[in-house]
């Protein structure tokens, strides 16, 4: 799936806070030539603090698929969260999170069915993929985390 993507902030002003992404090479299905996406994130801020990473979805009819899918893993070097929301928006545009829990410093493979995304009313027209780091959540309070291979499957 997929379409558009970037990094977001709450607040692009506040400079204490936000997620920066890359490309690295380090596919999470050991192709030499692939990539993953890599999310430095930080809400360690005076201020309320969440940011991310958005993926389009470009109107994907999901209807047939059950699941989300995708792979995670934290730096270890740099340290990440254990706890990271996702989301995902149908036309209506309203969010449907999802907290994964237990990110580990290896390549993990994330299955979420769709039941668990309850605001999502019509799978027939998927708009948006979201990343949220937030300061409830995310501990410690900045680090990185890597992402690949999202995908809609039948599970």
């Known amino acids: 799936v997929g379409g558009d993507f970037g990094s977001w902030d709450k607040d ?10 890359g490309f690295e090479p380090d596919d999470a299905l050991g192709n030499p ?21 958005w993926m389009k979805l470009a109107g994907e009819d999901a209807r047939d698929f059950n699941t989300l899918s995708f792979y995670i893993r934290g730096d ?8 990271v929301k996702v989301e995902l928006k149908d036309q ?14 290896e390549w ?6 769709f039941e668990k995304f309850r605001r999502v009313t019509d799978w027939s027209r998927m708009n948006e993929f979201v990343v949220v780091f937030d300061d409830m959540n995310s501990r410690p309070k900045s680090g990185a985390i890597f992402i690949d291979q999202v995908t809609f499957n039948k599970e």
Not at 92 to 105: D, E, F, I, K, L
């Open 12 to 21: 692009p002003e506040d400079e204490t806070q936000g997620t920066q992404m």
């Open 33 to 53: 030539a692939g990539y993953s996406v890599r999310l430095d994130y930080d809400v360690d801020s005076p201020n309320p603090a969440y940011n991310g990473f």
């Open 76 to 83: 270890a070097g740099k340290g990440f969260t254990k706890r």
């Open 92 to 105: 209506t545009g309203r969010p449907s999170p999802y907290v994964v829990a237990n990110v580990t410093g």
């Open 108 to 113: 993990q493979k994330v299955s979420i069915l």
